[in-house]
């Protein structure tokens, strides 16, 4: 019998990983960024891990004896040393196709509210002295916006990219991308029209939407030497890993009114901490858009599958390294 553990925090009860692997119990290990009890580590087949924590090299070099795999339970791997894991034979996977209309909905969720300022306005009516804004109010003291005709700029065109572009043509919107990694032709075939750089994007989006993932070429790719690149006037939305906006520069912008406003479901450090406060014009969720009970119950299904494939030496359907 195999003994997995899952790494992270946990309160759920673990019976679709435990059918689905044939175990009797999976232990739940929860650390401090840093921990790392060896001894214990070193008693397992699998992990299925969380985002919360990093796994090194080190780490991996020192349970590279029994461990097969690790399953990352969600999209990005980018707190897992997948290269130094491949060179020790240590295979390393994710769960790329769960969530994928979450997501997209979520980032369409954020720029209405930004275009159109619906959360904002609500809030003047919840409260002890509620609020009615009336239109002289709206025409004065808020920048609302159509969303028809607007030019969406998308930064990643995966699967949350394509399902968010295909929503925002839904809206009238104007899709463009940016994306080194996709073929030109994928661009016509949905409809919308391929920049052939950052920065010709920026400077021609009205509404900016990431969906990349992170690692050590792109992070910061947003940033103070591009950021005033952007349309003055623009809203940025991040849905995908807080990262890749250097979150400094984003205030900057926000504060002395060259961008209109932001949305960040993710943050440079998690869990956030209040720094950005004071920055107005700033929507803030708690990297939540992935989240539905039906996206999470695929996942935890279709990570627990791929670690049982790793395990029985099959072939790994989401292998990354």
Known sequence: MYK??????FDGDLSIEKSILGVDSIDIIEMQQGDWPELIMKQ???????HD?????????????????????GVGFDNIDYQRAAELKIQVSNVPDYGTSEVADSAICHML?????????????????????T?????????????????????????????????????????????????????KALGIVQKDSLEELLSTSDVISLHCFLDDSNKHMINID????????????????????EENALASALLDGHLLGAALDVQEVEPYEGHLKHVPNLILTPHCAFYSEEAFEEMRIKAAQELLRILKGEKPKYKIN
């Open 4 to 9: 997995v553990a899952m790494l992270g925090k």
């Open 135 to 187: 239109p002289t109010a709206m025409r004065q003291e808020y920048r609302i916006h159509r969303v028809a005709g607007k030019t969406l700029g998308i930064i990643g065109l995966g699967r949350i990219g394509t399902a968010t572009a295909l929503r925002a043509k839904a809206f009238e919107m104007q899709v463009q991308y940016y994306d080194p990694y996709i073929k030109p032709g994928q661009a």
């Open 44 to 50: 397992y087949d699998g992990f299925l891990a969380w």
């Open 53 to 73: 924590l990093y796994i090194s090299k080190e780490h991996l070099e020192s349970i590279k004896e029994k461990l097969k795999g690790i399953v990352r339970l």
């Open 113 to 133: 509210n930004l275009l159109r300022k619906n959360h904002e306005l609500g809030y003047k009516l919840k409260g002890d002295n509620p609020t009615y804004v």
């Open 226 to 245: 591009n950021i005033y690149k952007i349309k003055k006037g623009a809203y940025i939305v991040n849905t995908a890993r807080g990262p890749l906006i």
